[in-house]
C-alpha cells in the first residue's frame, strides 16, 4: 500500500508553523481513511508501539504549538481529561503532523491507565482545514460493521460504530464532521474531521 503522508524536513515543520489557518479543502475520504488505518490500526495495542509505529510511517512528532487548531485543541482535552481523572490515574499523549495531498494533518494518540479499571489507547487523526464531511462508507467498508449511531445536527455530522471484528480489542470508532460556525465547535474544541478509536491495552503493554 503506498503511504499518503509524506515525510517532513524541518522546512516542512516551518510551513505549518507559520500557516497560521488551516487550509480550507474538500477532503479526500478514501486518502484520510487510508491514512488512519496506515498509522492508527498496526500499533493501537500499546502507546509506546503506537508512537514507534506512527513516526515509522512518515509522521513527524510535533509541538503543541506548531498549529494554532492543534493547540487549541489539545489545551481543551487536556483539561478535560485531568478533570475527570482520579488520583491514581495517569496520562500520556503525543501529537504528531504530516501531509496528505499537501495538506496538513494531524495524528494524537493518547494513553489512560486506570489502575484496576482499563488501560486505554486513543488514535486520532484531525483534519482542521477540511469543509465538508467524508463518506462514512469508507470507514464501514474499512470495518467490516454498520453505524450504529449517527448525528446531524446544529453544523456536526457524526457516527459511530460498535467493536468491529477485524480489530481485537479495540472499541468504538467516531467520524466527525463539524463546520467552524457550529456551536459544537467549542464544546469539541476543532472544526474539521476527526476520526477516531480506542483501544484495551493488554496487561503488560506500555
Same mark, same amino acid.
Given at each position: 500500500? &503506498?503511504?499518503?503522508?509524506? +515525510? !517532513?524536513?524541518? =522546512?516542512?515543520?516551518?510551513?505549518?508553523?507559520?500557516?497560521?489557518?488551516?487550509? =480550507?479543502?474538500?477532503?479526500?475520504?478514501?486518502?484520510?481513511?487510508?491514512? !488512519?488505518?496506515?498509522?492508527?490500526?498496526?500499533?493501537?495495542?500499546?502507546?509506546?508501539?503506537?508512537?514507534?509505529?506512527?513516526?515509522?510511517?512518515?509522521?513527524?512528532?510535533?509541538?503543541?504549538?506548531?498549529?494554532?487548531?492543534?493547540?487549541?485543541?489539545?489545551?481543551?482535552?487536556?483539561?478535560?481529561?485531568?478533570?475527570?481523572?482520579?488520583?491514581?490515574?495517569?496520562?500520556?499523549?503525543?501529537? *504528531?503532523? /504530516? *501531509?496528505?495531498? /499537501?495538506?496538513?494533518? !494531524?495524528?494524537?494518540?493518547? +494513553?489512560?491507565?486506570?489502575?484496576?479499571?482499563?488501560?486505554?489507547?486513543?488514535? $486520532?487523526?484531525?483534519?482542521? /482545514?477540511? &469543509?465538508?464531511?467524508?463518506?462514512?462508507?469508507?470507514?464501514?467498508? *474499512?470495518?467490516?460493521?454498520?453505524?450504529?449511531?449517527?448525528?446531524?445536527?446544529?453544523?456536526?455530522?457524526? $457516527?459511530?460504530?460498535?467493536?468491529?471484528?477485524?480489530?481485537? +480489542?479495540?472499541?468504538?470508532?467516531?467520524?466527525? $464532521?463539524?463546520?467552524?460556525?457550529?456551536?459544537? +465547535?467549542?464544546?469539541?474544541? *476543532?472544526? /474539521?474531521?476527526?476520526?477516531?478509536?480506542?483501544?484495551?491495552?493488554?496487561?503488560?503493554?506500555?
Amino acid at each position: 500500500m &503506498t503511504r499518503l503522508v509524506s +515525510r !517532513f524536513a524541518p =522546512a516542512l515543520l516551518a510551513v505549518i508553523a507559520t500557516a497560521g489557518v488551516a487550509q =480550507a479543502h474538500v477532503p479526500d475520504g478514501e486518502k484520510f481513511v487510508i491514512a !488512519f488505518r496506515q498509522a492508527c490500526v498496526p500499533g493501537r495495542l500499546s502507546y509506546s508501539a503506537a508512537r514507534e509505529h506512527i513516526a515509522s510511517v512518515g509522521w513527524k512528532e510535533v509541538e503543541q504549538g506548531v498549529d494554532e487548531n492543534l493547540s487549541k485543541l489539545l489545551q481543551k482535552s487536556d483539561k478535560a481529561v485531568l478533570e475527570e481523572a482520579e488520583k491514581d490515574w495517569t496520562y500520556q499523549r503525543t501529537a *504528531f503532523g /504530516g *501531509f496528505i495531498d /499537501g495538506k496538513p494533518h !494531524f495524528v494524537v494518540v493518547t +494513553r489512560l491507565h486506570a489502575p484496576e479499571i482499563v488501560t486505554l489507547v486513543g488514535c $486520532y487523526l484531525y483534519d482542521f /482545514g477540511a &469543509t465538508a464531511p467524508i463518506d462514512p462508507q469508507i470507514v464501514t467498508d *474499512f470495518l467490516g460493521v454498520e453505524p450504529a449511531e449517527t448525528v446531524d445536527e446544529k453544523g456536526m455530522t457524526g $457516527y459511530t460504530w460498535g467493536p468491529s471484528p477485524k480489530l481485537p +480489542r479495540t472499541l468504538d470508532t467516531y467520524l466527525f $464532521y463539524i463546520t467552524k460556525g457550529s456551536p459544537m +465547535r467549542d464544546a469539541s474544541g *476543532f472544526a /474539521g474531521v476527526l476520526l477516531k478509536f480506542e483501544t484495551s491495552e493488554p496487561d503488560g503493554a506500555e
